[in-house]
């Protein structure tokens, strides 16, 4: 997704939160606390790669880590800012596109969290995002990383979870989410479509105030082809050793999910 459409993205998002307060720091916490287990040592550096609207960043601080915030979204690093004084923390949110980052902060973190690297599509442009995660970690360090699963390592994995959520989805169209008061009503309307290994989703975000009427339309690109199969081959080829995956339970929500670390060699 481009730079435009994150800002937008947030910019919605920080109005469908305003009306709808779900307390999205707490069932993110899990894979935070996860982490934390496997570095529980003082002073490990960490920066969180897609900060989003701060709230791994804030779960980050909280349990611990000395964590720096990177997103290439300015509305992002804004919401993040936000986030971090609502919850009195102070750390440096910098503006740092993954390509990038071996020159920002060459060998500084000893832990890079990105939930949002499978999310590229072309593999040339994530093998130089790769490239940027592998520079700006200290030897030894690791980047932390989600979707690829090992328990299932076959060629095809992340077609076969294509097909399961593509199952799901129902009607083409659906009511994401939507709000009504007397001065403004608000629609959220996605719009799915399917490639061979990724899955389009066209957001039109409606929002009426008595004649006014503004609409803002983006396109989510949910991509499958980064499973534990192709991605362990891409993360190797790039420089990245010791690749392993563990196994977490999400309890606010009731799932597993797999939570990866590739190393830089020492
Ligand atoms: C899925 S969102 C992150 C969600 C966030 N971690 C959360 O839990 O709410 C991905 C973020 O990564 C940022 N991003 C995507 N590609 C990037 C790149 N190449 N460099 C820097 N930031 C990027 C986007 O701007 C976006 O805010």
């Known amino acids: 997704m481009r730079v435009e459409?994150?800002?937008?993205?947030?910019?919605?998002?920080?109005?469908r939160r305003s009306f709808d307060p779900l307390?999205?720091?707490?069932w993110k916490r899990d894979s935070q606390r996860a982490l934390r287990e496997l570095h529980p040592r003082d002073?490990?550096?960490?920066?969180?790669a897609t900060a989003g609207m701060g709230d791994h960043t804030v779960n980050l601080a909280e349990e611990g880590f000395v964590v720096e915030a990177c997103d290439a979204s300015p509305v992002a690093r804004e919401l993040t800012e936000r986030a971090l004084r609502e919850a009195g923390l102070e750390l440096p949110v910098i503006d740092a596109c993954w390509e990038a980052l071996g020159e920002v902060r060459p060998a500084a973190f000893d832990l890079i969290f990105n939930d949002a690297?499978?999310?590229t599509y072309e593999r040339d442009a994530l093998a130089?995002?790769?490239?940027?995660h592998l520079a700006a970690l200290r030897p030894g360090g690791a980047l932390v990383f989600f979707f690829a699963d090992a328990r299932e390592p076959d060629e095809g994995a992340g077609l076969r979870l294509l097909e399961w959520d593509w199952?799901?989805?129902?009607?083409?169209?659906?009511?994401?989410?939507?709000?009504?008061?007397?001065?403004l009503s608000i629609t959220l309307r996605v719009h799915a479509t399917r490639g061979h290994d990724f899955l389009d989703e066209r957001h039109r975000f409606e929002e009426r105030r008595g004649d006014d009427?503004?609409?803002t339309e983006l396109t989510m690109r949910r991509v499958y082809r980064w499973d534990w199969f192709a991605l362990s081959r891409l993360l190797a080829e790039v420089g990245f050793v010791d690749l392993r995956s563990e196994v977490f339970e999400n309890r606010a929500k009731g799932y597993t999910f797999a939570m990866n670390h590739a190393f830089r060699p020492r």
């Open 5 to 15: 459409d994150w800002d937008r993205y947030w910019r919605l998002e920080d109005l």
């Open 128 to 132: 130089a995002q790769l490239r940027g």
């Open 213 to 215: 009427v503004r609409v």
């Open 23 to 26: 307390d999205f720091r707490r």
């Open 117 to 119: 690297l499978h999310w």
């Open 167 to 183: 199952s799901q989805l129902g009607e083409p169209e659906r009511v994401e989410w939507s709000h009504a008061s007397s001065e």
């Open 43 to 48: 002073g490990v550096r960490l920066l969180d």
